[in-house]
């Protein structure tokens, strides 16, 4: 299995990303996808998930700002950030999840700085 993150970098404040995750030897389809993120000295925090059927769930901070996308027949999950603050600077990684099987993939990470 793996999950490959990219389209992190270094975006000034107000900017925007798009981050895309590939995914590979899973059934996509059947999965949650999300995006977590981890900002120095802090733990993981979730950023949004995608059900295989499309409905989405955001923490609150990037409700409006940010918008996950999946494509099922590209096995790829998007991030598409925008307004981007210093507080978004964190390594961005990929999950995909099976909740029958309780399987839980992680990507690499893909780093994203906010510059003031």
């Known amino acids: 299995v793996q999950l490959q993150a990219f389209g992190g970098g270094l975006v000034q404040a107000g900017g925007s990303l798009r981050l895309s995750c590939a995914a590979s030897?899973?059934?996509?389809?059947?999965?949650?996808m999300g995006w977590y993120r981890q900002a120095p000295g802090k733990e993981r925090e979730l950023v949004a998930t995608?059900?295989?059927?499309?409905?989405?769930t955001y923490t609150d901070s990037m409700k409006g700002r940010f918008t996950i996308s999946r494509n099922n027949a590209e096995n790829t999950v998007n991030l598409q950030m925008t307004s981007l603050e210093p507080e978004d600077t964190a390594v961005y990684y990929c999950?995909?999840?099976?909740?029958?099987?309780?399987?839980?993939?992680w990507g690499q990470g893909t780093l994203v700085t906010v510059s003031s």
């Open positions: 030897g899973i059934i996509f389809r059947l999965y949650r």
């Open positions: 995608i059900e295989h059927g499309g409905s989405t």
């Open positions: 999950n995909a999840y099976y909740s029958w099987g309780d399987i839980d993939y």
